[in-house]
């Protein structure tokens, strides 16, 4: 017998919850084709009630979240991490960071959590029907989907836009400039972009 494959997806992908998050747009827009038969709600944050919390009680996460974080290399060449050959055990080889750099994941993962949580605590719930549209700015709201599940006859079928507002955006920090770029720009597009309009499975 074949051995079983593992599919790694994002989470949006599957029907899963997908946590608070922001995209690479200006506005975000959603168009609800089809609703699932349970879950799927729509969550949205304002980032200042966020932030303001976080200045009245954690001003130190404050600083953390404005600093320039440090990225693994090998998050840009694959994802995978390359050990130099050697005789050495594998179970004993990794991609040593060192105490200060570790230490600073820990505070990273502690100012992304207090983030997801206040936003869950703050937030509001939408359950778009079919035909409903929504919009937002997103560089003021944090989004959030709770999990779902279709059922024989209702299957959801969300159409998604990135939508760039040269009149009326915010201006762009500099760390976000080439994401934008790589969207909106059509020096750094990797050419026409496809927006598929049928449904695939997510789970």
């Not at 937002?136 to 279709?150: E, K, M, P, T, V």
């Not at 969207?183 to 449904?199: A, H, I, M, N, T």
């Amino acid at each position: 017998p074949s051995e079983p494959t593992l599919t790694v997806r994002v989470a949006g992908d599957t029907n899963e919850d997908i946590p608070f998050h922001t995209d690479v747009g200006d506005i975000v827009s959603l168009f609800a084709l089809g609703e699932s038969a349970e879950g799927g709600e729509s969550l949205l944050a304002s980032s200042w009630r966020v932030y303001n919390e976080l200045a009245r009680t954690r001003p130190d996460i404050i600083q953390v979240l404005a600093s320039d974080w440090p990225i693994p290399r090998f998050f840009q060449t694959g994802g995978c991490f390359h050990p130099p050959a050697s005789d050495v055990p594998p179970e004993f080889i990794g991609n040593n960071t060192g105490e200060t750099v570790d230490q600073f994941f820990k505070k990273m993962a502690e100012a992304l959590d207090s983030l997801h949580f206040l936003a869950e605590r703050f937030h509001i719930s939408m359950k778009l029907q079919k035909g409903d549209m929504q919009f937002f700015n997103n560089l003021s709201i944090l989004h959030a989907r709770r999990g779902y599940n279709d059922g024989p006859q209702q299957k959801r079928h969300f159409l998604r836009l990135w939508l760039k507002d040269p009149e009326n955006a915010w201006p762009m920090p500099k760390q976000l400039q080439q994401k934008w770029d790589g969207v909106y720009s059509e020096e750094e597009s990797r050419g026409p972009q496809v927006f598929p309009l049928y449904p695939y499975t997510t789970v």
